[in-house]
């Protein structure tokens, strides 16, 4: 059991209430907690179990709806500093609210703390990586996809896109925050040759690039930051190429009311909307959207012990208790992605249908000089739905790829041949000489295998394609 100090204690204490009872330690329950964790007969993971255990815990599985939650926070009537979301949105344009943020992001004196996003707080980190991976997994990139960051702020999403290859376009209403995502990415490079981002601030109404002009689109954390969602949804429709996807990371419906959003808003005067997913959809499918998937994911995955564990795996434990789990964890959270009207095409930039047929004809080797030159007709047809990017397209690109079998049983690429044309399309088929110099050191080679290849994307046998493999 680690040991920490008592001011750590109590802050733990404090975080543990937070996240499981979703409020602060009442002092009664805290003094006693803290009195057993100093003298060791608890440890922190004793409490939180005591927690989940308790019926309040219970009671927050029960399934609410956004109009109980906002009940049972405080009413304007009991809090006299209370902030009426619809009321702000009314009386505050969209140019007074994109100057507040402009404002907050000016009034940071050191962007370190902001910088260091999504790792700058142990308790947020989880969460940050597990919302943006779920809104990743659902926004499908592939290097070479031009991105729009949505209300981007000081960039930390922008730039794990930018090193996953995508062209990003960094977009917020505040240019200091954009200055501060320059900085992170002259702070923190990229790793490799990757695309450099664009910056480009937002005056809050129309976004300043063509029409179908992106491929992807990701609001994280941004959308509840609005008060003009329909128009910022028609906008994104508009920028998204046919068959893009928009993917989003926002709050509940009740998320105004938290206590929080309250504070940002009373202290800063920044936007913290509540959302309908409902009224979301209608929007979007008014702007071109013509599909919409939520993620169910627990954002706070359960940790039981073994002999639970084994029920579940084994299917002896019931199903209510993975439900109500789930209904509570997205009752506050909003994952999902949207699909622009239209059909986006396929190619060699992913793995998954990638596969092609290979035949090498009428080989001959030439052993007159010092290494054996290997001569022959190439023969190749793409079968599958994927069209093949030229190969000399970086990412993605296909061609015939030349791999040495060795006597340890491992292998070395030896070549990489290019394919004629400019690509391939689904169903074309073509054929073109090679030639191949066989090196005879340093190791002794086995066998000489021909396999087509998606660069930095996979080998078309892995997929099941045949190869076309020589022994020596």
């Known amino acids: 059991m680690t040991v920490q100090e008592p001011d750590e204690l109590a802050d733990t204490l404090d975080r543990a209430y937070r996240l499981i009872l979703g409020r602060p330690a009442d002092p009664d329950g805290a003094t006693g907690y803290l009195v057993a964790l100093r003298a060791g007969e608890l440890d922190i993971a004793d409490v939180c179990a005591t927690l989940a255990g308790s019926a309040e815990f219970t009671e927050r599985l029960r399934p609410t709806t956004p109009t109980e939650e906002a009940v049972d926070g405080p009413a304007p009537a009991d809090d006299p500093d209370w902030v009426d979301v619809a009321e702000l949105i009314n009386t505050t344009s969209v140019a007074e609210l994109a100057e507040t943020a402009e404002n907050y992001f000016r009034a940071v004196e050191d962007p370190d703390n902001l910088l260091a996003k999504p790792v700058k707080d142990a308790g947020e980190a989880p969460d940050l990586f597990v919302t943006f991976g779920q809104v990743l997994r659902g926004l499908q990139v592939l290097p070479g996809m031009t991105v729009l960051d949505f209300g981007a702020g000081t960039c930390w999403t922008s730039r794990l896109l930018a090193q996953l290859g995508c062209r990003v376009i960094a977009l917020d209403v505040s240019p200091t925050a ?15 040759a990757q695309p450099t981002p664009e910056f480009l601030v937002f005056d809050g109404k129309h976004i300043d690039l063509p029409d179908a002009s992106v491929d992807r689109v990701l609001c994280y954390d941004a959308l509840h930051h609005v008060p003009n969602v329909d128009e910022v949804i028609t906008e994104l429709a508009r920028v998204l190429r046919p068959g893009g996807i928009a993917a989003f990371s926002e709050p509940g419906e009740a998320h105004s009311a938290h206590p929080q959003s309250q504070y940002e808003m009373r ?10 997913i409902t009224d979301i959809w209608q929007t979007a499918g008014n702007a071109g959207f013509t599909e919409l ?28 208790w993975f439900v109500d789990a789930t209904r509570a964890a997205v009752g506050s959270r909003r994952m999902f992605w949207l699909r622009k009207v239209g059909t986006e095409p396929l190619d060699s930039r992913a793995a998954q249908g990638l596969v092609g047929e290979l035949a090498i004809d009428d080989l001959e080797v030439d052993t007159s000089g010092g290494n054996p030159v290997w001569t022959g007709t190439c023969r190749v047809r793409n079968p599958g739905p994927r069209s093949w990017l030229p190969s000399d397209a970086g990412f993605g690109a296909v061609s015939l790829g030349v791999r040495l079998h060795l006597g340890d049983r491992t292998t070395r690429t030896l070549a990489r041949i290019p394919l004629p044309g400019h690509g391939f399309e689904p169903g074309q088929e073509t054929s073109f000489p090679v030639r191949v110099e066989i090196p005879t050191q340093p190791e002794r080679i086995t066998a000489v295998e021909f396999d087509l290849v998606s660069e930095k994307v996979c080998w078309f046998s892995v997929n099941g394609s045949p190869v076309v493999t020589v022994g020596l």
């Open 178 to 192: 954009l200055e501060f995502g320059r900085q992170l990415f002259d702070r923190q490079p990229l790793i490799g």
């Open 267 to 276: 202290h800063y005067g920044v936007l913290e909307n509540d959302l309908s």
């Open 293 to 320: 998937r939520l993620c169910l994911l627990d954002i706070n995955p359960q940790w039981v012990d073994l002999a639970t564990f084994q029920d579940i795996v084994a299917g002896r434990a019931g199903t209510d």
